[in-house]
């Protein structure tokens, strides 16, 4: 067991030195960045220098005259030892923003996986059972609505209906006006409610996969030999489906959703962004659009840890919950 | 495969008697893609997305020929705007008329305006000593010494329509016969005569006029007739709200006069038609779902729409798929340091957060305001580049436990060369999961395009794309006031995408032979 995590931590981190060669080309190759942008505003001001002195100034003060390898070389350095620059945009240290950011993400993230989890499971769970019916079909038919609605597209619907025309909640933002002069319960009570919209849109959009993924698992559990078995031997059918079914169900499931759980911190671009959410989907996103190198090798470089993080812990959750396998 | 031999009996046909027992005809062979056929159409959820599938294509494609109206056409009408037609403001400023040849300086007229204030009758500005009198009726004469040099003045002297401006001399004369209530003056060793509208006129006709208020036409090539401003002004005088004119053509127009208080300005309004584009039209015949910002007609451009969509989505899954044949292929039939290499390549692929990386791009072509055209084209090469991985993977899947069967010892025994093997054996028996793969992904592939032109960095204008009709909703008005304009386009791509992920679900089921149905 430890070897293989040991061996798969290696090629994780090998993975992940390619992978940010190619964002930092693909980043530093980005043509209207902020140093241009930068240099065009300074060097239109009365009795500038050109543009062009603006633009080799800057990019020597931000680093960027250098080849393109040394540059890599020297952000990885500087990343390892835990110094992730400063962003250009929001002219604080990235971490500082991140800190400030990351908290509205992972709550939007959290609150939205537990939701997912009560509602999908049992539905996922009805839907297997019954195979067929008219239950089944309406299950598997919102599932894969829920997977084929676009996000801008319900998000847009949500706002016209609940913020726009029933007035219920709000449209935009993460805070009221007059967050500043309410208790702290009342702050809370404010997020909280700026927060339904969002959550909901992120509960709908992404419930149908896992609802068809308990569906189908529970499918291949029911076909076993061990439930024929059961139902052999007698026992209710309740005690044959929550027992013996759904337990084995359980294994595919706990895999998918402890590999899912480094996920809560990447934040959700789209609904943050159509909500105007700061979190960080937000954040990175206009990081992004103003060019914020800094910034943005953090933003993708924490994704792709994040996403190799999830895949080692569910490899490594499928050894645990299930003693079937063994890892080599 | 007990399945694919399934045999049918035909029971009740009427000259089943003549068949002995074991004539083959007795019994309704199905191939195994008629069975395929066979479970996929009885899956009801797949035919309805099917039905969906075929609706959206026919839209798009039959439709954009079918409309009367082009994807770009914009549609004008003239619809009564009122439109400002004169300005009118009473002047309150103290004005300055400087006798030819002098010179009155604006400091020169603030030392007036002071020596005014504190009641005094003379200042003194440079070297010269000036000294005023008041005439009466805001206008004072400033002379130094003896000499006139100037006058200040609240009430205008115009020239009258197509004559030249009066000389100083006569325009100071005409403000002192007007101030004095006089109706005659002689100036430069003309006669004037002063009628009680204002009106000046030598030897009977009329060469200029008096009046305090200033009139501006408000729109391009518009000469304000003096007739028209002496009604407007008999008009103001009265507090009209309506002020109706008739020129001298006989015909009648009807203007609105709006005071603005705070800047003391008369507006007067006139109803005239205006050749504008219909935007946000409401649903009409003509229209039947209305129009857009743009004024173009909102169904031609989501038919155009749903085409971009589809044929992006066609175009990545077609690039995607043959990526991940050849990668997934080569790597699951070699095996060895080919497939440790392609998977970790597979793996890279599938770290890389791939929507920040679209929009990263997309702003990039934003700034290098790269042609519509060929920025769909790169859209196209970059999702297709980004998508491959997971049919890699899948078809290396497959082929590492196809590779292990009788049928391709023999394939090697018959000295079959390495390409054939791989391509006429082996990816043909993945082509069903391939397939249900593909029809997925469409509908993932046309979610991601409308999702980047929503955002902007996608398909862009003149292009109309489902994800870029839907941005109009960034306005909030818009989002209101007109559902036309969004949410059948938000409709369209649930219906196309759902019809794909129906179908492609119903496909997974109908090849999968241990269905039980």
Redesign the interface.
């Given at each position: 067991m430890r070897n293989f995590i040991i061996k798969r931590v290696a090629i994780s981190v090998v993975i992940l030195l390619c992978v940010t060669v190619i964002i930092y080309g693909l980043v530093r190759a980005m043509p209207g960045s902020y140093v241009e942008t930068m240099a065009i505003q300074l060097s239109s001001l009365p009795g500038a220098k050109p543009y062009e002195e603006w633009l080799a100034q800057l990019e020597a003060d931000y680093g960027l005259d250098k080849p393109f390898l040394v540059g890599w070389f020297t952000w990885i350095k500087e990343f390892c030892t835990g110094n992730f620059g400063d962003s250009w945009k929001y002219t604080i240290r990235v971490i500082d923003k991140f800190n400030d950011v990351i908290g509205v993400s992972f709550v939007m993230g959290a609150v939205s996986l537990v939701l997912q989890l009560i509602i999908a499971i049992p539905l996922g769970i009805i839907a297997a059972t019954k195979q067929y019916s008219k239950a089944d079909y309406a299950i598997s038919a919102g599932a894969l609505v829920g997977i084929s609605l676009p996000t801008f597209f319900f998000a847009s619907l949500l706002k016209l209906v609940f913020a726009m025309k029933l007035g219920w909640f709000e449209t935009h933002g993460l805070v009221g006006r007059n967050f500043a002069q309410l208790s702290p319960s009342g702050q809370f009570w404010d997020m909280a409610h700026h927060l339904v919209l969002p959550i909901v849109t992120l509960v709908i959009i992404s419930i149908g996969s896992l609802m068809r993924y308990t569906r189908t698992n529970m499918l291949e559990v029911l076909n076993a030999d061990y439930i024929r078995t059961a139902r052999a031997k007698g026992l209710s059918e309740g005690r044959v489906i929550y027992h013996h079914a759904f337990r084995n169900t359980l294994i595919p499931l706990v895999t998918m959703v402890g590999g899912s759980l480094p996920g809560l911190f990447s934040g959700a671009l789209i609904t943050e962004t159509l909500f105007s959410i700061p979190g960080i989907g937000y954040t990175s996103y206009q990081a992004m659009l103003a060019g914020d190198i800094p910034f943005t090798m953090f933003y993708l470089t924490f994704l792709a840890v994040l996403t190799l993080a999830g895949n080692l812990i569910s490899d490594i959750l499928y050894a645990v919950v299930d003693p079937r396998v063994r890892l080599a | 495969m007990s399945e694919e031999t399934k045999v049918v009996t035909s029971g009740n046909a009427p000259d089943s008697e003549e068949y002995s027992l074991n004539d083959d005809r007795r019994v309704k062979v199905l191939t195994p893609g008629a069975l395929v056929a066979k479970r996929f159409f009885r899956n009801?959820?797949a035919i309805i997305g099917l039905v969906m599938l075929i609706a959206m294509f026919m839209f798009s494609f039959v439709g954009g020929i079918i409309t009367p109206y082009g994807q770009a056409e914009i549609f004008y009408t003239y619809e009564m705007m009122e439109k400002e037609y004169v300005g009118v403001t009473r002047n309150d400023a103290i004005r300055y008329l400087v006798a030819e040849e002098q010179e009155f300086p604006t400091l020169a007229q603030a030392q007036f305006v002071l020596a005014l204030n504190t009641g005094k009758t003379e200042f003194s500005y440079g070297d010269v000593d000036y000294t005023f009198t008041d005439e009466g009726g805001d206008l004072y004469s400033i002379y130094a010494g003896d000499e006139l040099r100037a006058a200040a003045y609240k009430d205008i002297v115009n020239a009258a329509d197509g004559e030249a401006q009066l000389p100083f001399i006569a325009k100071h004369a005409a403000l002192l016969a007007y101030v004095n209530g006089e109706d005659a003056f002689t100036a430069d060793g003309a006669s004037y005569t002063l009628d009680a509208d204002g009106n000046i006129l030598r030897g009977g006709k009329e060469v200029g006029y008096i009046s305090r208020f200033v009139v501006q036409s408000k729109e391009n090539g518009v000469v304000i007739t003096r007739d028209f401003k002496e009604r407007l002004e008999e008009a103001l005088e009265t507090d009209d709200e309506d002020f109706i004119y008739n020129d001298p053509d006989g015909t009648e127009h009807t203007y609105r006069i709006t005071y603005d208080a705070s800047a003391k300005v008369w507006s007067v309004m006139q109803e005239t038609p205006t050749y504008v584009s219909v935007k946000y039209g409401q649903p009409s015949w003509e229209h039947l779902l209305g129009t857009d910002g743009n004024g173009m007609d909102m169904l031609t451009r989501l038919m155009y729409g749903g085409r971009v969509s589809l044929i992006i989505g066609f175009i990545v899954v077609g690039i995607e798929t043959v990526l991940g044949i050849i990668m997934g292929g080569v790597s699951g039939y070699f095996g060895g340091w080919v497939d440790n290499l392609i998977m970790?390549i597979v793996?890279?692929f599938?770290?890389?957060?791939s929507?920040?990386?679209i929009?990263?791009?997309g702003?990039?072509m934003?700034?290098?305001q790269v042609d519509p055209q060929i920025r769909m084209l790169y859209l196209m090469l970059l999702l297709g580049f980004l998508g491959w991985p997971g049919v890699a993977r899948m078809v290396r899947g497959q082929i590492l436990s196809l590779r292990e069967q009788e049928f391709m010892t023999a394939t090697e025994a018959c000295g079959i060369s390495v390409s054939h093997r791989i391509f006429k054996h082996l990816i043909p028996n993945v082509i069903p999961q391939l397939i249900v793969i593909s029809t997925m992904g469409l509908?993932s592939v046309i979610?991601t395009e409308?999702?980047l032109s929503?955002?902007g960095l996608g398909v862009k204008f003149p292009f109309a794309s489902w994800?870029n009709i839907?941005s109009d909703?960034n306005n909030?008005f818009v989002?209101?006031n007109y559902?036309f304009v969004?949410?059948p386009?938000?409709i369209c791509?649930?219906i196309t995408?759902?019809g794909?992920?129906?179908v492609g679900?119903g496909l997974r089921d109908a090849f999968d032979p241990?269905m039980k149905?």
């Open positions: - | 009801r959820l970790r793996d890279v599938y770290c890389i957060p929507t920040p990386i929009i990263i791009l702003a990039a934003d700034s290098m509908g979610l409308a999702t929503f955002l994800g839907i909703v909030s989002m209101t559902w969004w949410i386009a938000g791509l649930l995408v759902l794909f992920n129906f679900d241990k149905r």
